[in-house]
C-alpha cells in the first residue's frame, strides 16, 4: 500500500522559495512503476495541477508556473520535492504530492496535504 | 489552461442519483479518454474515484460511474448516500501533456 507524506515549512515570506518534500513509502521513486506530481488548493478554491516527473524521464509543469518551480527526485531517501520561487500570497495552498502508476493518466495515490502559507 | 467547467453545486436527497458534468475542450477532454474524478472531504486526501473515462478503482463503490461525449465528460451517483457528501473534481490529460482540473462541484446530500 502506498502512502505519502509531505514535510517542509508551513510559512514562508514573500519573494522566497517554497520547499517542499514527499516522502513515499509502499513503493520506489526509482521504479520506474510511477509519475511522481504535486498539485494545490488555495483557500476556498479548487485543485491546480502543478508539474510531474518521471524517474526514467522528463519533468513537465503547469504553464502558468513552469518559471518558478522544480520538481526533483531523491532516490537515495525515496522522496521527491518541489520548490516554487518567488512567491507570493497567491501562493498560499493546500499542497499534495500524488502518484501516478506508469501507463495511468489519473493521480492514483495522494497524500494528506500540507498548507502552505505565504506571509511576512 | 483555463480550468475544465463545472456546475458549482448540484444538491440531492439519499437515495436519487446525480450527474456531474465537466466541459472542457478539443485539447483536453475532447482530445483523449484520460478523464478522472475525485472526491475530497474536509481533512482527506482526495480518493480518485474513476479514470479513463469510466473505470472504477477498485474498492470504489458502482454506485459511481462516469461517462464522455465529445468534450463534456459526466460522473454519475446513483442511490445517493450522506457519506457521498463532498467536493467532487475532473481533471483531464491534455496535448500538452499536461494536466488541467475542473473548477470543482459541490454535492450536498439534502
Known amino acids: 500500500q502506498v502512502q505519502l507524506q509531505v514535510s517542509g515549512p508551513r510559512l514562508v515570506k514573500p519573494s522566497e522559495t517554497l520547499s517542499l518534500t514527499c516522502t513515499v513509502s509502499?513503493?520506489?521513486?526509482?521504479?520506474?512503476?510511477?509519475?511522481l506530481g504535486w498539485i494545490r488548493q488555495p483557500p476556498g478554491k479548487g485543485l491546480e495541477w502543478i508539474g510531474y516527473t518521471y524517474y526514467r524521464g522528463s519533468t513537465t509543469y503547469s504553464p502558468s508556473l513552469k518559471t518558478r518551480v522544480t520538481i526533483s527526485i531523491d532516490t537515495s531517501e525515496n522522496q521527491f520535492s518541489l520548490r516554487l520561487s518567488s512567491v507570493t500570497a497567491a501562493d498560499t495552498a493546500l499542497y499534495y504530492c500524488?502518484?501516478?502508476?506508469?501507463?495511468?493518466?489519473?493521480?492514483?495515490?495522494w497524500g494528506p496535504g500540507t498548507l502552505v502559507t505565504v506571509s511576512s | 489552461q483555463s480550468a475544465l467547467t463545472q456546475p458549482a453545486s448540484v444538491s440531492a436527497s439519499p437515495g436519487q442519483s446525480i450527474t456531474i458534468s465537466c466541459t472542457g475542450t478539443s485539447s483536453d477532454v475532447g482530445a483523449y479518454d484520460y478523464v478522472s474524478w475525485y472526491q475530497v472531504q474536509p481533512g482527506k486526501a482526495p480518493q480518485l474515484m474513476i479514470h479513463d473515462v469510466s473505470n472504477r478503482p477498485s474498492g470504489i463503490s458502482n454506485r459511481f460511474s462516469g461517462s464522455k461525449s465529445g468534450k463534456t465528460a459526466s460522473l454519475t451517483i446513483s442511490g445517493l448516500q450522506a457519506d457521498d457528501e463532498a467536493d467532487y473534481y475532473c481533471s483531464s490529460y491534455t496535448t500538452s501533456a499536461t494536466y488541467v482540473f475542473g473548477s470543482g462541484t459541490k454535492v450536498t446530500v439534502l
Open positions: 500524488a502518484l501516478s502508476d506508469f501507463g495511468d493518466y489519473a493521480f492514483d495515490y
Open positions: 509502499g513503493g520506489s521513486v526509482s521504479s520506474g512503476a510511477y509519475y
